[in-house]
């Protein structure tokens, strides 16, 4: 069975790209109703218009609170029948409250291997800690950051020669095959 996917992104939206290719191709069986960024500067919003999918900016500045903002958020989310929200370097922290409304509807991916490197920079993190192998994980959102139930995660071997940008490619790629893969797995699991 299919999902209703809303898409909330920040920035380039890579993984937003990734999603509405796989469910556009029938990779995926679920649809990708909305693509929602809190940045009016966000690339991935043009991204998503070219591919022809509902887009909308819901920017944090222009409400008068955080409440405000998400109610914003759940409203346009709930219009468009979403089953499952998507977060795709959505870089704002989510309230109890929003949380506690889309309880375990909420997923996000992170370039590390959870519990290792939560928040910003992971790649960074991973480098500075010289670890052999690094890695991304899919998690449900819970209020902390990056601390919610890991759903699945895939390794990528660091080499002594990477850099954060090359390190940060190579887990990008494998991003792109797991956010794909646990969607199948919500799929077939009827969430």
């Given at each position: 069975m299919g999902l209703n996917l809303g898409?909330?992104?920040?920035?380039?939206?890579?993984?937003?790209?990734?999603?509405?290719?796989?469910?556009?191709?029938?990779?995926?069986?679920?649809?990708?109703?909305?693509?929602?960024?809190?940045?009016?500067?966000?690339?991935?919003i043009d991204k998503a218009k070219r591919k022809n999918i509902k887009t909308k900016i819901i920017n944090q500045k222009d409400y008068e609170s955080k409440k405000d903002f998400e109610n914003a958020l759940t409203n346009t989310l709930k219009n468009q029948n979403v089953d499952?929200?998507?977060?795709?370097?959505?870089?704002?922290?989510l309230s109890k409250k929003f949380l506690k409304e889309w309880h375990r509807k909420v997923i996000n991916?992170?370039?590390?291997?959870?519990p290792s490197f939560r928040g910003k920079n992971a790649v960074k993190q991973a480098l500075e800690n010289r670890v052999k192998t690094a890695g991304?994980?899919?998690?449900?959102?819970?209020?902390?950051?990056?601390?919610g139930e890991i759903i699945s995660q895939e390794e990528v071997p660091v080499s002594s020669n990477d850099d954060e940008e090359?390190?940060?490619?190579?887990?990008?790629?494998?991003?792109?095959?797991l956010y794909i893969k646990v969607i199948k797995e919500l799929e077939r699991n009827c969430f």
């Open positions: 898409i909330l992104i920040s920035g380039r939206g890579s993984n937003m790209l990734n999603l509405v290719n796989a469910s556009q191709r029938g990779l995926i069986k679920s649809k990708v109703k909305i693509v929602i960024s809190n940045n009016k500067n966000s690339i991935g499952l929200v998507c977060l795709a370097g959505f870089m704002c922290i991916i992170h370039p590390s291997l959870l991304c994980s899919v998690h449900f959102v819970d209020e902390g950051i990056d601390t090359t390190l940060g490619k190579k887990i990008l790629k494998k991003e792109h095959v």
